[in-house]
């Protein structure tokens, strides 16, 4: 043997004597062989479960329920049947009937490649699934086909079950039918709001046209509608939806000129058509149809489907008291319709009226009054914003400088005591922007407390106090009570009560001071159920303490004056009830308001001009004043709105009168003197009281009921003497946002322009 032999056999040994080594931990588990064969294994699992699948499930041979969709159920708070909705509004149509151009705004729109496709978007598909399994909702795309089997023979819940039928069935159904019978079956199975199934139903709840009438420009509004039939209905939309709908409509347009069915020179000379205003469906007559709307948009806001609800099976409890409901109308009737005349008087056709009711302790609305009748006034005069609240606004200004301890020019605490010079037109110091904003018929006060100044609603003291309180802290503290930051414009006039709010706003507002700082969100619905579902999941309108308790009660205890020696004495005063409340008559009387409360309901009335036909001036629907309605002068807040307000909380108190405010403060007309003021002298002629709901001012200046009006230093305040310019105006002045003439021109000192 060779030395090389003997070196092989020595290396032999060696490799045989050496331990063989043991592997350990994990990769005893998860060699590469394994993880590969699982995947394989597990592909094949899926794809032999997806075959077992696909010959186990057939298209069914009818329609979900939705094609036969059932009512849904509104009660009242007690329990009680108010209305049953169901009739679904459908006329399936042939494809022939629907113009070409239209036909392929759908498929531009909503999938580009659905003359292609095999009916089924896998990838669109499974995302929506792992989104469903992470509890992400409805996310992931779906193809014409899908919709269409969802639309019409499954249902709109998100589970994985019903996500796998829809790919099954829909490639059954990509097979069985042609491409043209499932566009027809998608189109006129969807839903596009307004309680329109199909397009030609839709087509005529939105253009007032039959199908076969249609412009490529409205199918493609209407095509963009599916996306979000509520939030893109033109005549409702906020701001954003209006835009982003109109983003849709273009990007509808412009996937037509890709695919090669519209011509660019087409596509360049297409205009937006804006759709017409709703018609109110049948038997949503009187105050039913506001209440049945406003219900259906909170759901949808609060996170239903609107087209799972659309297709019926619901019972909906709203807060709603008949006999609160009820007397709300009762009351509307007896203290302002039945006043009017418009066949005598042309400006009492203009008046409209809105009002919400709210327990503050539940946050519920309990009655509401939206207009003349929901099939007479499509508008819910309770939600409408695009009216100034005019002075309702002071108390809120009020609120945010004590909460945030804010200080006059001279360092003092404000506070319901604290001295301010109400002269009229006096500029106001410490801003950027010039403001020096008339009272109410050009009346001067001189050296005033907070307390008369809201008594008396003085414009010149709330412009002051709102500079001094920061403008940005007080919009802080009014979006915080449940007003629509986007309305306010952060200038000196917004202290006036400039920006847009709604009745439904302005409760909320008051219902927060009622209830001692803690936030209220008025909500109408109370409870929602789908057929045998569990209850659907609504947040509570009692929210976190927004305002301290003394903050809110010191203003309730303030608000007590305006009821008892102020602008809304007359109506208000000497009632079985303990009551607060604020007034206010907007620019050039185009709105007139009270909101007041008791210990135990919260009601915000507002009146409002609105042209109730077109001329040579004004357009229909477009802000009038409101002078001359009822056949006097101006309309003031403590004349109809208080009157109204004061009627109604009579009737719905009944003999549950007797409660007290509960109020932590010592401040306001709400509570009892600390000392007995001093005598104070009453000048030969000092500024009347505005908003008298007789149009005739009182003579004197009211006082904080029962305290004294105090400066910083302690020193009892004197009264006015400094007389009236003029003579008043023979039907009264206005106040809050009505800020008189602009003495610089429209806007010049920061005012709103006049008509």
């Known amino acids: 043997m060779g030395r090389a032999d003997v070196r092989r056999a020595q290396q032999g040994s060696a490799r045989r004597a050496k331990p063989k080594q043991k592997r350990g931990g994990i990769r005893r588990f998860f060699t590469w062989k394994k993880v590969l064969g699982t995947f394989l294994g597990a592909c094949l699992l899926g794809i032999l479960g997806f075959i077992g699948l696909y010959l186990y499930v057939d298209v069914p041979t009818d329609g979900n329920k939705q094609a036969t969709a059932q009512s849904n159920v509104y009660k009242y708070a007690?329990?009680?049947?108010?209305?049953?909705?169901?009739?679904?509004?459908?006329?399936?149509?042939?494809?022939?009937?629907?113009?070409?151009?239209?036909?392929?705004?759908?498929?531009?729109?909503?999938?580009?490649?659905?003359?292609?496709?095999?009916g089924v978007d896998l990838k669109g598909t499974f995302r929506g699934i792992l989104n469903t399994l992470r509890g992400q909702g409805k996310q992931g795309g779906s193809t014409i086909t899908q919709q269409y089997v969802k639309n019409y023979y499954l249902s709109q819940e998100q589970t994985v079950s019903r996500k796998l039928q829809e790919i099954v069935i829909s490639l059954k159904v990509d097979n069985k039918f042609?491409?043209?019978?499932?566009?027809?079956?998608?189109?006129?199975?969807?839903?596009?709001?307004?309680?329109?199934?199909?397009?030609?139903?839709?087509?005529?709840?939105?253009?007032?046209?039959?199908?076969?009438?249609?412009?490529?420009?409205?199918?493609?509004?209407?095509?963009?509608?599916?996306?979000?039939?509520?939030?893109?209905?033109?005549?409702?939309?906020?701001?954003?939806?209006?835009?982003?709908?109109?983003?849709?409509?273009a990007y509808t347009l412009d996937n037509m000129v890709e695919m090669g069915w519209l011509?660019?020179?087409?596509?360049?000379?297409?205009?937006?058509?804006?759709?017409?205003?709703?018609?109110?469906?049948?038997?949503?007559?009187?105050?039913?149809?506001?209440?049945?709307?406003?219900?259906?948009k909170e759901l949808f806001a609060k996170g239903v489907d609107e087209k799972e609800f659309e297709a019926g099976g619901w019972t909906v409890t709203l807060g709603i008291d008949k006999d609160k409901q009820q007397q709300l109308e009762k009351s509307v009737k007896h203290k302002l319709t039945d006043e009017l005349d418009p066949k005598k008087r042309k400006v009492d056709a203009d008046?409209?009226?809105?009002?919400?009711?709210?327990?503050?302790?539940?946050?519920?609305?309990?009655?509401?009054?939206?207009?003349?009748?929901?099939?007479?006034?499509?508008?819910?005069?309770?939600?409408?914003?695009?009216?100034?609240?005019?002075?309702?606004?002071k108390p809120l200004i009020l609120a945010s400088a004590m909460e945030n301890n804010a200080t006059t020019q001279d360092g003092e605490p404000i506070t319901p005591d604290t001295v301010y010079d109400g002269s009229n037109r006096r500029p106001v110091v410490g801003g950027t922007i010039p403001f020096a904003p008339p009272n109410e018929d050009e009346r001067e006060y001189g050296k005033i407390s907070v307390q008369t100044a809201t008594n008396n609603s003085v414009n010149a003291v709330f412009a002051q106090m709102g500079q001094d309180a920061g403008l940005e802290q007080v919009k802080k503290t009014a979006v915080g009570l449940g007003m629509d930051g986007s309305k306010m414009d952060v200038k000196p006039a917004m202290t006036l009560g400039t920006m847009g709010a709604s009745p439904l706003q302005m409760a909320g507002a008051y219902a927060t001071l009622d209830n001692h700082g803690k936030k209220v969100t008025p909500a109408l619905v109370t409870k929602a159920v789908h057929g045998t579902d569990e209850e659907q999941s609504l947040p509570d309108p009692i929210g976190e303490q927004v305002l301290s308790r003394k903050t809110a009660d010191t203003l309730t205890s303030v608000l007590t004056g305006v009821v008892n020696d102020g602008t809304a004495s007359d109506a208000v005063k000497n009632t079985d009830y303990e009551a607060a409340g604020k007034t206010g008559t907007s620019d050039d009387n185009k709105s007139a308001w009270f909101v007041g409360y008791t210990p135990k309901l919260v009601t915000a009335v507002g009146m409002f001009g609105e042209a109730a036909a077109s001329d040579d001036k004004v357009r229909q629907g477009a802000q009038v004043t409101l002078k001359g309605v009822g056949g006097g002068g101006r309309v003031n807040g403590g004349g109809y709105p208080a009157r109204v307000w004061a009627d109604y909380t009579a009737g719905a108190l009944g003999g549950n009168t007797g409660a007290d405010f509960d109020l932590d403060t010592n401040l306001g007309a709400g509570v009892p003197p600390t000392s007995t003021p001093p005598p104070t002298r009453t000048p030969s002629q000092t500024p009347s009281t505005p908003e008298s709901p007789s149009n005739t001012p009182s003579q004197t200046p009211s006082t904080p009921s029962g305290t004294p009006s105090q400066t910083p230093s302690g020193t009892p305040s004197i009264p006015p003497t400094t007389t009236p310019s003029g003579p008043a105006p023979p039907n009264g002045g206005t106040e809050g946002g009505d800020t008189g003439d602009d003495p610089g021109g429209n806007g010049a000192n920061g005012l709103p322009g006049f008509d």
């Open 78 to 118: 007690d329990g009680k049947v108010m209305a049953r909705v169901g009739a679904v509004n459908r006329e399936s149509v042939p494809l022939s009937r629907i113009p070409k151009g239209v036909q392929r705004t759908f498929v531009a729109a909503e999938n580009k490649t659905f003359y292609q496709d095999s």
């Open 178 to 249: 042609s491409k043209d019978d499932i566009l027809a079956g998608y189109i006129n199975t969807s839903y596009y709001g307004r309680g329109a199934y199909g397009i030609q139903a839709a087509a005529q709840a939105y253009y007032g046209v039959d199908v076969d009438k249609l412009s490529v420009s409205q199918g493609a509004y209407l095509a963009s509608l599916l996306q979000a039939p509520s939030q893109y209905d033109w005549t409702t939309a906020t701001d954003a939806g209006k835009a982003r709908v109109k983003d849709r409509w």
């Open 263 to 296: 011509p660019a020179a087409e596509r360049r000379k297409q205009e937006f058509d804006k759709p017409g205003q709703p018609k109110p469906l049948p038997g949503l007559d009187g105050q039913t149809g506001y209440l049945i709307t406003a219900a259906k």
């Open 351 to 393: 008046a409209q009226l809105g009002a919400t009711s709210v327990d503050p302790e539940t946050g519920h609305i309990v009655a509401m009054y939206g207009g003349a009748g929901y099939t007479k006034h499509y508008t819910n005069n309770a939600l409408r914003s695009d009216y100034q609240p005019a002075s309702t606004f």
